[in-house]
């Protein structure tokens, strides 16, 4: 079935059943990718949770994990056009639909969780939820997805020439694609979802992700070393619809946000914890784990860190992140 058709029935489909006889209850339907396991889906319920309670039952959240209502971009389009009303996606997805999002694919950015921290809850961070409204799509926080490292079959990326005639499995992200083709791969843009039996398949000989995610959707199985070079930390982020959000009266604004702020902490907590059995469980499971010197990564994307000083708005955020890990 072509993709239009499939989000056009999906649309049918979110509009039909908030047409309910539950005058009296705001129902907001939030559809993500990940596995109902995940920190981040976790966190989504305890929000969901807050606001039931918050609102005395008057407001509720339904979730549905696992893109049983589609791909991270097909779910920004739902949001876009007001058929769904929250959605989390990884920040890479957003390039597509608003380039200032490239920063956070920028490799090697953050020097480590601190200093994403500091991004997240202050001022950029702020900023760049907000920078959601050229697209219709209101900013409400990030969950940290910790960092990204490559994942392969029959052999080890230990430097970025270990990347040659390999295909890699990247988001449909701009800044990825280009990343792991100047390192050397050969970047195939395939959704979450297909990942595995795309692996399985050997349409790609890898991907690159952060442990939780190798662990949670069994990727596991079909790879053989997971290299960690922590190229990039790419945040989750959760965003609601204009148009939903011009549904809410004020007081419903507060406590959505306030839950979805609540929850990102509440996160970080279940991340580490999530990340430390992933690693555990993917070696058990027989993943040989590399520790690669950064460095030769770094010094092959030279010519990206190059274009991107030439980008006013991208520069200048930059320069901002990496002062904050000086202070
Ligand atoms: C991370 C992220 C997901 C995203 C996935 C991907 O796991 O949390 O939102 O879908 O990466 O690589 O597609």
Redesign the pocket.
């Known amino acids: 079935m072509r993709r239009s058709v499939v989000i056009y029935l999906i649309a049918i489909f979110l509009f039909a059943s908030s047409c309910g006889g539950e005058n009296s209850v705001t129902v907001l339907k939030l559809g993500?990718?990940?596995d109902s396991s995940h920190s981040?889906h976790k966190a989504m319920v305890f929000m969901a949770e807050r606001v039931e309670e918050e609102s005395n039952g008057k407001m509720r959240i339904d979730i549905y994990p696992s893109q049983q209502l589609g791909s991270?971009r097909e779910l920004l389009e739902l949001l876009q056009i007001g058929s769904l009303d929250i959605t989390?996606?990884?920040s890479?997805?957003l390039e597509g639909f608003e380039p200032l999002y490239k920063i956070f694919s920028v490799p090697f950015l953050f020097q480590n969780e601190e200093h994403r921290f500091s991004v997240y809850d202050g001022q950029i961070g702020r900023e760049l939820l907000d920078a959601g409204q050229s697209i219709r799509l209101v900013g409400l926080t990030y969950y940290d997805?910790g960092t990204r490292s490559f994942y392969t079959k029959d052999r080890p990326i230990l430097h970025p020439d270990d990347l040659q005639g390999m295909k890699i499995r990247v988001?449909e992200s701009p800044a990825s694609l280009q990343m792991v083709n100047m390192l050397g791969g050969s970047a195939t843009p395939i959704?979450?979802g297909e990942l595995y039996t795309a692996l399985q398949q050997r349409i790609v000989d890898g991907?690159e992700?952060?442990p939780?995610?190798l662990y949670l959707t069994r990727h596991y199985e079909v790879v053989d070393y997971y290299s960690l070079d922590e190229h990039t930390a790419?945040p989750?982020m959760l965003f609601a619809s204009q148009f939903t959000w011009e549904r809410l009266t004020d007081g419903e604004k507060e406590i959505l946000r306030n839950a979805a702020q609540e929850s990102a902490i509440y996160q970080r907590k279940l991340w580490e914890e999530s990340t430390n059995e992933a690693m555990e469980a993917v070696q058990e499971a027989g993943i040989e784990v590399v520790r690669p010197d950064k460095e030769p990564f770094r010094e092959k994307l030279q010519p990206m860190y190059d274009e991107y000083a030439q980008n006013e708005e991208l520069n200048s955020y930059i320069q901002r992140i990496e002062e904050l890990a000086n202070e």
């Open positions: 993500h990718g990940l981040v991270e989390k996606v990884s890479s997805v997805a988001q959704s979450f991907a992700n952060n939780p995610s790419v989750d």
